[in-house]
Nanobody
Framework: QVQLLESGGGLVRAGGSLRLSCTSSGRTFSKFSLNWFRQAPGKEREFVAGLSWGGTTTDYADSVKGRFTTSRDNAKNTVYLQMNSLKPEDTAVYYC??????????????????WGQGTQVTVSS
């Protein structure tokens, strides 16, 4: 498993941008796929975006396609989520997460073994 630490949340107006970072201290970081989830009050945690362990393949929820971009820098053990054209409905606590095993890419919360502490993103109208 890897240890994950997020940063970069905050308050922004609709149409604005934020970049989240997720840093790991694990030596095998580059062998894990990474996903971003979010959870709004009263709602279930949902998949937002993810990328393969090599970073060559990405996937996005329909609700964020064309607005969010995820990338990774394995040399820095860091994954990023660039969020543009933010909407009030993007308001949530955002989490990065990794599965239990290397070289697999599940995208459901129940199959994640490591979670960051979460960072609040609030988009005002």
């Amino acid at each position: 498993q890897v240890q994950l630490l997020e940063s970069g949340g905050g308050l922004v107006r609709a149409g604005g941008s934020l970049r989240l970072s997720c840093t790991s201290s694990g030596r095998t970081f580059s062998k894990f796929s990474l996903n971003w989830f979010r959870q709004a009050p009263g709602k279930e945690r949902e998949f937002v975006a993810g990328l393969s362990w090599g970073g060559t393949t990405t996937d996005y929820a329909d609700s964020v396609k064309g607005r969010f971009t995820t990338s990774r820098d394995n040399a820095k053990n860091t994954v990023y989520l660039q969020m543009n054209s933010l909407k009030p409905e993007d308001t949530a606590v955002y989490y990065c997460a990794a599965p239990r095993y290397i070289h697999v890419w599940p995208k459901v919360a129940e199959q994640m073994a490591s979670w960051g502490q979460g960072t609040q993103v609030t988009v005002s109208s």
